[in-house]
């Protein structure tokens, strides 16, 4: 597909698109993106500007670039950040240890796997590095939870996300560049855990907050593609009823809702609650109790995971 005809519909494929790039992901993502965002995405792949994503916890940040490489299918790389992350790993890994041992191997007249003469055999790309050399396509690329690493992170990503969009690795002298016609898309999100990105980070990127799908229908509607993607791996798959599909969603939204909560759950923790509600017991939960039973709701340790928001739900307390 060529870059000027990539457009973001949504998500809406169940069935990877004719063409798909085989790196592309096979399975879609039980995702329903509003109009909104939907247009946040498409900006991002005209411009070629990063796209920072920022909500809640379990609204959606994560999957959704995923969702958007199903549907254009393009190859996905996906670079987690951690706290000790620095920008040279996601270009490449240099093993320099590997290569110290298999210089002591030839000392010793034996054969190592690679020539340690060379630095060449111990560099290995990083998720970055990988979609800055894929050809053919656009691919999309993940940079997930920035905020994770040192303050000086961020900046540092500005001088590989935009031109020339190169890097070189120190150990061998190569100049690894992106090609112009199939730039990655970027996603990047954030929790703002260590405070507020940095002012020239915050200008390269375009920027969408993402909302937590709050709205009962908009969850039902997650609910019907969710398990349409379940049937298509497990035949057997049942749809809850609608009766208990409603009380769950409301009985969900209530105990999401409630004041003080230290950690609210998010979509994928409704999908497997209401999965448990569904199959767990012989039989599935019963939707009228679960409409007016009041207090922990049942398999609450799906949903609650601070013994701080369980007392909340204990006998007595009123939502």
């Not at 920072?52 to 959606?60: H, K, R, V």
């Not at 490489?69 to 920008?87: D, H, M, V």
């Amino acid at each position: 597909m060529k870059a000027d005809r990539l457009k973001f519909e949504g998500n809406k494929l169940l069935a990877q698109p004719e063409g798909s790039h085989p790196d592309a992901p096979s399975r879609p993502e039980p995702y329903i993106a509003n109009p909104k965002l939907v247009t946040a995405v498409n900006l991002a792949i005209a411009l070629n500007r990063p796209l920072l994503l920022e909500g809640d916890p379990g609204c959606g940040k994560t999957c959704l670039a995923r969702a958007v490489a199903f549907e254009l299918g393009l190859p996905y790389f996906r670079w987690n950040i951690q706290s000790t992350t620095k920008a040279q790993d996601g270009q490449y890994v240099y093993d320099a240890l590997s290569r110290l041992y298999d210089v002591e191997l030839v000392k010793g007249g034996m054969e190592a796997k690679h020539d340690p003469s060379s630095a060449e055999g111990y560099c290995d790309d990083g998720e970055l590095g990988k979609a800055f050399r894929h050809r053919g396509s656009r691919s999309v690329l993940l940079i997930d939870e920035v905020d994770k690493a040192e303050l000086d992170f961020p900046n540092d990503l500005l001088t590989l996300l935009d031109e020339p969009w190169e890097f070189t690795i120190r150990e061998t002298g190569e100049n690894v560049t992106a090609d112009p016609d199939c730039l990655p898309i970027v996603f990047i999100t954030s929790n703002k855990e260590k405070g507020n990105l940095p002012d020239a980070f915050l200008r390269r990127c375009l920027y969408h907050y993402v909302e937590f799908p709050s709205d009962a229908k908009l969850l039902k509607d997650i609910v019907q593609r969710h398990y349409e993607i379940q049937k298509m791996r497990v035949p057997e798959t049942e749809l809850p009823e609608t009766e208990l599909q409603e009380a769950a969603i409301d009985r969900f939204l209530s105990v999401r809702n409630a004041a003080g909560l230290k950690k609210k759950p998010g979509t994928s923790e409704f999908l497997d609650w209401l999965q448990a509600l569904q199959s767990f017991g012989a039989e599935p939960y019963d939707a009228g109790t679960l409409k007016v039973e009041k207090g922990v709701p049942p398999y609450a340790e799906m949903l609650l995971k601070i013994r701080e928001d369980w007392r909340k739900f204990e006998p007595g307390v009123q939502l």
